[in-house]
């Protein structure tokens, strides 16, 4: 821009100045690494791209005006991110959850006697396995323990996922 003045005199004077515009906006990303499952309630969001960050979505957002917020629930988060130039943008990043049980099942096919005095149990489901149940379990943290009294005897699955169902047998 240019500014001319004329004086009384009759005298004229310029002046010149230039003024520069900065619409740059920020270029933000969006992550998080955490599965959510029965074991794991909350997840951390990662966000980058300068300036200041306002977190929506789903649930409780614990510093939501952070580049690192905590969730709590599964879901699609956005973060929008402000440049110092006042020029905004988002980015977006999906929390999973996995809170399936496991399907455990349990059974035996021997029945004690005077001369059969322990039997093998069977439980299914995968992951970890921990029965309980009357007498001595021999092993009682395997798929396959070995019992030594009648009774009731139940078995509880734990998936890789942090989550336990039980199953039962006689």
Do not use: D, K, R
């Amino acid at each position: 821009f240019t500014v001319a003045v004329t004086a009384a005199n009759g005298c004229t004077a310029t002046a010149n100045t230039t003024v520069s515009q900065n619409t740059t906006a920020p270029t933000p990303s969006a992550s998080n690494s955490t599965t959510l499952n029965c074991t794991t309630a909350t997840a951390n969001l990662t966000g980058t791209g300068g300036g200041t960050y306002v977190w929506s979505g789903p649930g409780t957002i614990t510093n939501g005006t952070t580049a690192n917020p905590t969730i709590n629930t599964p879901g699609n988060f956005t973060v929008l991110v402000t440049a110092a130039n006042g020029c905004t943008a988002t980015a977006n990043t999906t929390v999973s959850q996995n809170t399936t049980a496991p399907t455990p099942s349990a059974s035996n096919s021997t029945t004690l006697t005077c001369t059969t005095t322990t039997a093998n149990l069977t439980g299914t489901g995968g992951g970890t396995y921990v029965w309980s149940g009357p007498g001595t379990i021999t092993n009682g943290t395997t798929a396959n323990p070995t019992i030594n009294a009648p009774g009731t005897f139940t078995v509880a699955v734990t998936a890789a996922n942090g989550c336990t169902a039980t199953a039962n047998t006689t």
